[in-house]
Nanobody, 127 residues
Framework: QVRLVESGGGSVQPGGSLRLSCAAS????????IGWFRQAPGKEREAISCIQTYAGKKDYADSLKGRFTISRDNAKNTVYLQMNSLRPEDAAVYYCAASASPYYCPEYGFPSGFSTWGQGTRVTVSS
């Protein structure tokens, strides 16, 4: 059973950057494809990106390309989300989740394609 723990959230001014981390533990944590989602108050959970262990990733949110980048350090069993040029509308709780496949990123970013979720980390963007 994999366990996911997010960290790195906080408060940042518009235009700033944050790097979120998702640490995976458990017997299969190092092999699973991991995705990032976010959920703002009153909105549905939105898929951002997913990355596989050795090759391959998917970007689900075209609107975030160029500002958000997913990466992975397999030696640390950690997946990162680098967020640049943050805007007030990026404020949300950010979650990482393990693919239900489990080694491949789902073709589409539906939450149902992910089986295990972290507790979330909150990002606030304001001046």
């Amino acid at each position: 059973q994999v366990r996911l723990v997010e960290s790195g959230g906080g408060s940042v001014q518009p235009g700033g950057s944050l790097r979120l981390s998702c640490a995976a533990s458990g017997s299969t944590g190092s092999d699973m494809a991991i995705g990032w989602f976010r959920q703002a108050p009153g909105k549905e959970r939105e898929a951002i990106s997913c990355i596989q262990t050795y090759a391959g990733k998917k970007d689900y949110a075209d609107s975030l390309k160029g500002r958000f980048t997913i990466s992975r350090d397999n030696a640390k069993n950690t997946v990162y989300l680098q967020m640049n040029s943050l805007r007030p509308e990026d404020a949300a709780v950010y979650y990482c989740a393990a693919s239900a496949s489990p080694y491949y990123c789902p073709e589409y970013g539906f939450p149902s394609g992910f089986s295990t979720w972290g507790q979330g980390t909150r990002v606030t963007v304001s001046s």
